[in-house]
């Protein structure tokens, strides 16, 4: 593993984030300016596996960094799963002496990282893309900045036509597993109720706070609903139709929304900065880490104890949700 990097793949997996291009953009830059020769392989691990690897240049990756998405694609990949299929995308490695790899993604793409490096020797570098925020080990994620910011936009067009109607709007945001989306967007938008998978959600509570909220004749509300919780916002929706019959309910599900758009300028430096820092670990023998930043300073996690942790909601969050909404 202590061998010297002369030809490097990048790749971005799972769930697109704004901001991966950046992030291709600095990896492929910063690895041409070592004299590394820098390859992208379509698709994630599919194209590591169906040989779909291109050569990159500086030129590959002008005019992109403004833009969402991916240019190299991205696949969830069922056969890279099994060995055969890893043993496969090894060989394409190395019939171009590729030594050496960047994974933008979750931490599916770090868990597979960390299985392909140990059983081929391979050093891996993680870049934490997604939407979710919920890598432990970073402050932030590529992408998440600029969901929460196109949530929070959304959001706020919401309120104005809730305002006009005397509406109860519940809007659904992503995050299957964890609730940062929701968190962030909610208090900026001055939810009433913020519901995420990390909190049981208390139905009795939220309909009590709607009913004593109808006798002080505040009309408008707001709930923000991580598609994870264990409701869901339709699911809500009839609950507090049912017990509120007079109140006008309505239901705004954002979708894939979130994902989409021009990255914001935060999103562009933390990919930017993190996309440099992977190609300095792989050149200065530092490998089989994710690059993250903690405290505007970067960070290095192991890939192995990466996959076992997940960020954690601080309670603070959940206090200043339940005082500001009153």
Known sequence: MSKKIKRIGVLTSGGDAPGMNAAIRAVVRTGIYHGLEVFGIMRGYTGMVEDD?????????????????????????????????????????????????????????????QIFSSEFNIPCIGLPGTIDKDIAGTDFTIGFDTAVNTAVEAIDKVRDTADAHDRLFIIEVMGRDAGYIALHSGIATGAENILIPEKKTNLNDILQSLEEKEKRKKLVNLIIVAEGDEFGANEIA?????????????????????????????????????????????????????????????????????????????????????????
């Open 53 to 113: 690897i291109i050569p990159l240049e500086n030129r590959s990756v002008a005019n992109i960094i403004q833009r969402g998405g991916t240019i190299l694609k991205t696949a969830r990949c069922m056969e890279f799963m099994e060995y055969e299929g890893r043993k496969k995308a090894f060989d394409n490695l190395s019939k171009r002496g590729i030594d050496g790899l960047v994974i933008i993604g979750g931490d599916g793409s770090f868990r597979g990282a």
């Open 238 to 326: 009839g609950h507090i139709s049912q017990r509120l019959p007079k109140l006008e309910v309505r239901v705004c599900i954002l979708g894939h929304i979130q994902r989409g758009g021009s990255p914001t300028c935060m999103d562009r430096l933390l990919a930017s900065r993190m996309g440099y820092h992977a190609v300095e670990s792989l050149v200065e023998g530092r490998h089989n880490v994710f690059v993250g930043i903690v405290n505007n300073k970067m960070n290095y996690t192991a890939l192995n104890e990466a996959v076992k942790k997940k960020q954690r909601i601080n309670e603070d969050w959940m206090n200043i949700v339940k005082i500001l909404a009153t």
